[in-house]
């Protein structure tokens, strides 16, 4: 059974510092997805990795697979205060036709 | 990009009612949608894989004969809760799988609320 665990669970950080969120997972997955949830709402979707070593960016946002390690990372860089969301990555396990597990989150809050 | 729409987006119930909440898929066809819920402050839980023209496949521990499933075309599939009590009230998200099938659409999600 897969499982996904991100860290850190909660990250607050100053306007145009840059981090890193980390997303392992246990076993083998075909894909790895980011999304983000703002509050109240549902989930936009930030990336599709499909192989190892993909890399994707949007803006501010590059997220990278390491199916080796069995780990993605979504690195920020010089955050804004639009950015503050919850963010989640998400595996499927292979052969199981899209189902997806999703870690637990990490709630970004950037700071003025 | 494929829009997923999901009605109603807001429901408040009196327990032992049962609600129904639909979830299509407006410009494509999804012959597979997935059914979410989502506690305060928690992530997505995998309820159940719906398909078109058969049953849906529950996850561990979801009571398929309380949350029923109902995928009746390519574009609509359904949720209704039956008899709900106060701790069914939370955030139901349906998500759509396009044909290519690397991605999910995700609908606007429903916010449940049992009296």
């Known amino acids: 059974e897969l499982k996904v665990e991100q860290n850190p669970l909660f990250l607050s950080m100053q306007e145009g510092k840059n981090y890193t969120i980390y997303c392992n997972y246990s076993?083998?997955?075909?894909?790895l997805y980011w999304y983000r949830q703002d509050p109240g709402k549902s989930l936009e979707s930030l990336f599709v990795?499909?192989?190892?070593?993909a890399v994707k960016q949007e803006g501010r946002l590059m997220a990278s697979l390491d199916t080796k390690a069995r780990l993605s990372t979504l690195h920020i860089t010089a955050a804004v205060h639009d950015l503050s969301a919850t963010y989640f990555c998400a595996g499927g396990p292979t052969g199981t036709a899209s189902k997806l597990t999703f870690g637990t989150g990490t709630r970004l809050q950037v700071t003025l | 990009g494929a829009v997923v729409s999901q009605h109603p987006s807001r429901v408040i119930c009196k327990s032992g009612t049962s609600v129904k909440i639909e979830c299509r898929s407006l410009d494509f066809q999804a012959t597979t949608m997935f059914w979410y819920r989502q506690f305060p402050k928690q992530s997505l839980m995998l309820m159940a894989t719906?398909?078109?023209?058969?049953?849906?496949?529950?996850e561990q521990g979801v009571e398929k004969d309380k949350f029923l499933i109902n995928h009746a075309s390519l574009t609509l599939s359904t949720l209704t809760v039956t008899s709900a009590h106060p701790e069914d009230s939370s955030f139901y998200i349906c998500?759509?799988?396009?044909?290519?099938?690397?991605?999910?659409?995700f609908g606007p999600g429903t916010r449940l609320l049992v009296l």
């Open positions: 076993t083998t997955s075909d894909r």
């Open positions: 719906s398909n078109e023209g058969s049953k849906a496949t529950y």
């Open positions: 990795l499909l192989s190892n070593g």
């Open positions: 998500s759509a799988r396009d044909r290519a099938g690397q991605t999910q659409y």
